[in-house]
């Protein structure tokens, strides 16, 4: 009955993740720590009725073992007494029948019952892939060795040969070839010293190390090691296909290379060309992570200065005339800041428990169909929570009010963010540009003139906020919340607000964020005339 009663709780939660994403939020994935648990406790049960059945079969062994090789000794003798010949005649024709039935009971039907039910709810391919791709992204944007993750080096589980090789074969599967090789090169490393592998041999490391290096269009990188592995497997089909299809291009390239100068340039120009139109994006790119690796811009003393922590009542508001909060200035212009202890333990526990059962992957809204949809770029699961559902969500929100001094009522509702494994959201706007005219029509409520972002948890490691233009980084902390205003008072976005946020490296984050809108704020933030003002 126990057990039933588990399994209908848990069917509750695993109902909300049917289209799995399990490793865009950690809250979810925790839930399958305590799926495995019970995998285990399943286990060990099914081991201690094998056990108990292996041990009553044994008994029934040693006994018989030492009464046959008694009775063989003189079995006319041993025959002759009425008894034995009684019990001989009763072990033939019943026990040792039921010493059959024994054999033959399955006692794994819980096991595999329990298995069964729970396979249904299991990460897919999706998940794993997904997974993997993110442990990539933190060994991007954090510089990350190979060696320092698969070793242990990074807080928490090593990662064997296999698991070297499997993230290879992600990478490769995703046409990945520098990741493929980082890991493959990872794999064939800790082969070479001896570590046993389930599923993988030296040579087809190679030949997917190989091909990796090929697509990378470094020929030349493909030593004697990588083009000469097939002696090591000769019956191995497509490692030897692929060594005579380097052969093959290496002798192609170096033709090439004396006779086809022209065509190199004019080939150049069209990859600088290509190269030009990707600039922005990777320089951006290379901002966003410097920052997250806390690489980012420093203000000088005299803009230093200009940043205090302050006890702050918004103009005497009647709540915090004695118990003023604690202010402080992240950063001068855009002004960002920060206010400490501003939410409860308690609260902030409450409106994770609401969240949790509601988390859905999150969503981008495409720029041109206007459709919400998923994005590489973004992951988490996230879930809103309105004003009328719980007395603290009404609580939160009328203390965003009393703090900021805006009208929330034409706010949109409280977005509660759980971030998975390596969880972030590229540089981005919170409000709609001047290109997408129609970003929030349907809300009626103008556009996204300020954000109030919410930290819920601690993050050991990554997890900051930060934005790309100005260079400003903001790490997360328990029961803090920043606040910045997303446009000018003339009502014109301002774009030093664009931000990001970082991968989490290690940890589990939670934030929640209210959107404050441009309508109900007309005698709450006085427009100004000029574009910037």
């Given at each position: 009955?126990?057990?039933?009663?588990?399994w209908l709780i848990h069917f509750l939660v695993f109902t909300s993740c049917s289209a799995h994403d399990f490793f865009t939020s950690i809250g979810h994935m925790t839930d399958l720590?305590?799926?495995?648990?019970?995998?285990?406790?399943?286990?060990?049960?099914?081991?201690?009725?094998?056990?108990?059945?292996?041990?009553?079969?044994?008994?029934?062994?040693?006994?018989?073992?030492?009464?046959?090789?008694?009775?063989?000794?003189?079995?006319?003798?041993?025959?002759?007494?009425?008894?034995?010949?009684?019990?001989?005649?009763?072990?033939?024709?019943?026990?040792?029948?039921?010493?059959?039935?024994?054999?033959?009971?399955?006692?794994?039907?819980?096991?595999?019952?329990?298995?069964?039910?729970?396979?249904?709810?299991?990460?897919?391919?999706?998940?794993?892939?997904?997974?993997?791709?993110?442990?990539?992204?933190?060994?991007?944007?954090?510089?990350?060795?190979?060696?320092?993750?698969?070793?242990?080096?990074?807080?928490?589980?090593?990662?064997?040969?296999?698991?070297?090789?499997?993230?290879?074969?992600?990478?490769?599967?995703?046409?990945?070839?520098?990741?493929?090789?980082?890991?493959?090169?990872?794999?064939?490393?800790?082969?070479?010293?001896?570590?046993?592998?389930?599923?993988?041999?030296?040579?087809?490391?190679?030949?997917?190390?190989?091909?990796?290096?090929?697509?990378?269009?470094?020929?030349?990188?493909?030593?004697?090691?990588?083009?000469?592995?097939?002696?090591?497997?000769?019956?191995?089909?497509?490692?030897?296909?692929?060594?005579?299809?380097?052969?093959?291009?290496?002798?192609?390239?170096?033709?090439?290379?004396?006779?086809?100068?022209?065509?190199?340039?004019?080939?150049?120009?069209?990859?600088?060309?290509?190269?030009?139109?990707?600039?922005?994006?990777?320089?951006?790119?290379?901002?966003?992570?410097?920052?997250?690796?806390?690489?980012?811009?420093?203000?000088?003393?005299?803009?230093q200065s200009r940043l205090f922590c302050r006890y702050y009542d918004n103009n005497r508001h009647p709540r915090y005339v004695i118990g003023p909060v604690k202010q402080e200035d992240?950063?001068?212009s855009p002004h960002i800041v920060r206010y400490h202890n501003i939410v409860s333990e308690k609260d902030m526990e409450k409106v994770k428990e609401l969240a949790k059962p509601r988390?859905?992957?999150?969503?981008?809204?495409?720029?041109?169909?206007?459709?919400?949809?998923?994005?590489?770029?973004?992951?988490?699961?996230?879930?809103?929570?309105?004003?009328?559902?719980?007395?603290?969500?009404?609580?939160?929100?009328?203390?965003?009010?009393?703090?900021?001094?805006?009208?929330?009522?034409?706010?949109?509702?409280?977005?509660?963010?759980?971030?998975?494994?390596?969880?972030?959201?590229?540089?981005?706007?919170?409000?709609?540009?001047?290109?997408?005219?129609?970003?929030?029509?349907?809300?009626?409520?103008?556009?996204?003139?300020?954000?109030?972002?919410?930290?819920?948890?601690?993050?050991?490691?990554?997890?900051?906020?930060?934005?790309?233009?100005?260079?400003?980084?903001?790490?997360?902390?328990?029961?803090?919340?920043?606040?910045?205003?997303?446009?000018?008072?003339?009502?014109?976005?301002?774009?030093?607000?664009?931000?990001?946020?970082?991968?989490?490296?290690?940890?589990?984050?939670?934030?929640?964020?209210?959107?404050?809108?441009?309508?109900?704020?007309?005698?709450?933030?006085?427009?100004?005339?000029?574009?910037?003002?």
């Open positions: 009955m126990a057990l039933c009663g588990w720590l305590f799926t495995e648990k019970d995998l285990v406790t399943s286990l060990k049960d099914y081991i201690r009725a094998e056990e108990s059945k292996l041990e009553q079969i044994k008994k029934w062994a040693d006994k018989l073992d030492v009464l046959s090789a008694a009775a063989t000794q003189d079995p006319e003798g041993f025959l002759g007494h009425p008894v034995n010949a009684f019990k001989l005649m009763k072990r033939l024709n019943t026990e040792w029948g039921e010493l059959e039935s024994l054999v033959l009971t399955d006692v794994s039907d819980v096991f595999i019952s329990n298995l069964t039910i729970q396979r249904q709810y299991f990460p897919n391919d999706d998940d794993q892939t997904g997974a993997a791709k993110a442990l990539m992204r933190l060994q991007d944007t954090y510089q990350l060795d190979t060696n320092a993750i698969s070793t242990g080096e990074l807080p928490g589980l090593t990662l064997t040969v296999d698991d070297c090789y499997d993230l290879g074969k992600v990478a490769y599967s995703e046409a990945d070839y520098y990741h493929t090789e980082l890991w493959m090169a990872q794999a064939l490393r800790q082969l070479d010293q001896g570590e046993p592998s389930r599923a993988v041999d030296a040579v087809t490391v190679l030949d997917y190390l190989s091909y990796s290096v090929y697509q990378q269009g470094e020929l030349e990188r493909i030593t004697e090691e990588l083009l000469f592995f097939c002696p090591l497997d000769p019956t191995h089909q497509r490692a030897n296909g692929n060594l005579k299809y380097f052969e093959y291009q290496l002798a192609k390239q170096k033709k090439v290379e004396k006779v086809e100068k022209v065509e190199e340039k004019e080939e150049e120009t069209k990859v600088r060309q290509r190269r030009e139109s990707k600039d922005d994006y990777l320089t951006e790119r290379k901002k966003y992570e410097q920052l997250c690796r806390g690489q980012g811009i420093k203000l000088t003393p005299r803009r992240e950063w001068d988390l859905r992957r999150a969503t981008i809204s495409n720029p041109v169909t206007g459709v919400l949809e998923t994005a590489h770029y973004r992951i988490s699961k996230s879930a809103w929570l309105g004003a009328y559902e719980h007395p603290v969500v009404d609580k939160i929100n009328q203390l965003i009010e009393d703090v900021t001094g805006l009208n929330v009522k034409t706010a949109e509702d409280l977005q509660v963010a759980n971030y998975g494994l390596g969880g972030q959201y590229e540089p981005h706007f919170d409000f709609g540009r001047k290109d997408e005219p129609d970003a929030f029509e349907e809300l009626g409520t103008g556009n996204r003139i300020a954000t109030w972002l919410l930290y819920m948890t601690d993050v050991q490691a990554g997890g900051a906020t930060v934005f790309t233009d100005i260079g400003a980084a903001v790490k997360p902390k328990k029961g803090t919340a920043v606040f910045w205003y997303n446009l000018y008072p003339s009502g014109e976005g301002d774009y030093r607000t664009r931000h990001a946020a970082c991968p989490v490296l290690l940890g589990n984050k939670w934030v929640s964020n209210k959107w404050i809108h441009e309508r109900g704020q007309e005698f709450r933030r006085r427009c100004g005339l000029n574009e910037t003002d």
